[in-house]
């Protein structure tokens, strides 16, 4: 038997995929369990560390808060019960959501299908943010800005979105953050779907895009595009 570490008495009511998923899964890809007790959850504290509170629960990874200015937190969340297009296994999609400080009114921000990633704000208040826009084009090609208001509505990528030559440009544009007083961007040039490293860069959305690298100046140069 394939999961023979299965209980037979396992309650799947909370899980993403029932036993006969589980079981229909080829051997060499690992089975799962999102457990509350397993799961990446948002807390907050005061800045001495103490009244630490717990914001989110349930069967879930949440991660990447950030408080907006109306005094709601934004996040990541696995919510949206998506999964990733590439790969047999299982790998949830993650994307933009929101709550009040105290964890009430929890709703969605985003019905993007991939994931998204750290949410901040820029300095018109909109919320910044990366998405893996994987619709009608490469795999690769975009993982780039996306802005939106702090209700979700009007979301789009003012930058990167559709390149002419993939290899030309950062594949990967994560931790974004506006340069205070400015109308540009810092970013890490990371790799496709990857982690946060890589070459520093400045995006300048008000430039006119070429798909290559007309918006993006390299401040590491040395440090290569992974």
Same mark, same amino acid.
């Given at each position: 038997m394939l999961f023979r570490s299965v209980p037979a008495d396992a309650d799947w009511s909370g899980q993403h995929w029932t036993r006969e998923e589980c079981h229909l *899964?080829? =051997?060499?890809?690992? %089975?799962? /369990?999102? *457990?509350? +007790?397993?799961?990446? %959850?948002? /807390? *907050? =504290? *005061? $800045?001495?560390?103490?009244?630490? +509170?717990? $914001?989110t629960d349930g069967p879930w990874n949440e991660y990447d808060p950030c408080f907006l200015p109306d005094g709601r937190i934004a996040f990541i969340s696995e919510r949206c019960n998506s999964n990733v297009r590439c790969g047999a296994r299982w790998c949830p999609s993650a994307v933009l959501h929101a709550m009040n400080g105290d964890g009430s009114d929890l709703r969605p921000l985003s019905f993007h299908e991939t994931n998204e990633w750290h949410p901040s704000v820029a300095n018109d208040g909109r919320i910044v943010y990366t998405r893996w826009d994987y619709v009608d084009r490469d795999n690769d090609a975009a993982h780039h800005l996306w802005t939106c208001f702090p209700d979700g509505r009007d979301p789009r990528a003012p930058h990167g979105n559709y390149t002419t030559h993939r290899e030309g440009r950062p594949w990967m544009e994560l931790g974004i953050r506006a340069v205070p007083g400015r109308r540009t961007f810092m970013a890490i040039a990371a790799p496709h779907h990857g982690e946060n490293y890589g070459s520093v860069i400045l995006i300048d959305p008000a430039v006119p895009d070429d798909g290559l690298m007309s918006q993006t100046r390299r401040l590491t140069p040395e440090a290569l595009f992974p």
């Amino acid at each position: 038997m394939l999961f023979r570490s299965v209980p037979a008495d396992a309650d799947w009511s909370g899980q993403h995929w029932t036993r006969e998923e589980c079981h229909l *899964r080829p =051997a060499g890809y690992h %089975h799962y /369990f999102w *457990r509350p +007790e397993s799961c990446y %959850h948002v /807390f *907050r =504290a *005061r $800045l001495d560390g103490t009244g630490l +509170e717990q $914001l989110t629960d349930g069967p879930w990874n949440e991660y990447d808060p950030c408080f907006l200015p109306d005094g709601r937190i934004a996040f990541i969340s696995e919510r949206c019960n998506s999964n990733v297009r590439c790969g047999a296994r299982w790998c949830p999609s993650a994307v933009l959501h929101a709550m009040n400080g105290d964890g009430s009114d929890l709703r969605p921000l985003s019905f993007h299908e991939t994931n998204e990633w750290h949410p901040s704000v820029a300095n018109d208040g909109r919320i910044v943010y990366t998405r893996w826009d994987y619709v009608d084009r490469d795999n690769d090609a975009a993982h780039h800005l996306w802005t939106c208001f702090p209700d979700g509505r009007d979301p789009r990528a003012p930058h990167g979105n559709y390149t002419t030559h993939r290899e030309g440009r950062p594949w990967m544009e994560l931790g974004i953050r506006a340069v205070p007083g400015r109308r540009t961007f810092m970013a890490i040039a990371a790799p496709h779907h990857g982690e946060n490293y890589g070459s520093v860069i400045l995006i300048d959305p008000a430039v006119p895009d070429d798909g290559l690298m007309s918006q993006t100046r390299r401040l590491t140069p040395e440090a290569l595009f992974p």
